[in-house]
């Protein structure tokens, strides 16, 4: 069985449940939090030396890091990654948008003001963020006016890849009904076959960090 490393907070996790139940695959879930610093712990350090979730020990061993990497890879064959190079460059545009300019602003929003004991304390990062989220999402909505997905005439792994974090919007302080457009691509996107909302278990069964690392 395929084993899942992360926590349900994390939107990138989320992406990895949402491709793996996508294809029907089981897969166990390793709670591993950076909120409990996790994933800088010397054990899980042995297993992905980038220190971050998610991570995905396949059935051989191999393990593979990086959420854009394991969408990629179980993409690969379905129509959630199309043919065609100019078409495969669209879907890996939006991806690095999503790594480059959506995700930097609205997860780190939503850490700094859910997940720190004093968020005022990060009051001027979170100045700095706002403006940054807004353009991010501004851009979504412009793509979304005349089309109903990122990256051609259906879904792709680009949609999978912004969805969690956009899904999670008001947690970074942004109010969605300012794009209508998003609000009907999130409800697209989740009206998918296989589709496995934010928050929700998509694991056969859990175990705790210590539990499986023996700790």
């Not at 004093?118 to 001027?124: F, G, I, T």
Request: charged share 20%; net charge negative; aromatic share 12%.
């Amino acid at each position: 069985m395929l084993t899942l490393f992360g926590n349900l907070e994390s939107g990138n996790v989320h992406k990895v449940q949402m491709i793996l139940a996508r294809r029907g695959l089981a897969f166990r879930r390793v709670e591993v939090a950076q909120v409990r610093g996790e994933p800088r712990r010397p054990e899980y350090l042995a297993l992905n030396p980038m220190g971050k979730v998610p991570a995905l020990l396949l059935e051989d061993g191999d393990v593979m890091t990086e959420s854009g990497a394991i969408l990629y890879h179980f993409a690969e064959g379905t129509p959630l990654w199309p043919e065609g190079r100019r078409a495969q460059a669209e879907v890996l545009r939006w991806m690095f948008f999503e790594q480059y300019s959506h995700e930097p602003a609205l997860a780190v929003l939503r850490y700094l003001r859910n997940y720190t004991p004093e968020p005022v304390r990060h009051e001027a990062r979170l100045t700095e963020l706002r403006p940054r989220a807004h353009f991010a999402l501004n851009a979504m909505q412009a793509r979304l006016g005349g089309a109903s997905w990122f990256a051609g005439d259906g879904p792709s792994i680009a949609d999978y890849a912004l969805y969690p974090y956009t899904r999670m919007a008001n947690e970074s302080g942004l109010e969605l009904e300012e794009w209508p457009s998003l609000s009907r691509w999130l409800a697209r996107v989740e009206a998918q076959p296989g589709f496995l909302p934010v928050y929700a278990e998509g694991a056969a069964e859990t175990v705790g960090f210590d539990a499986y690392f023996g700790t």
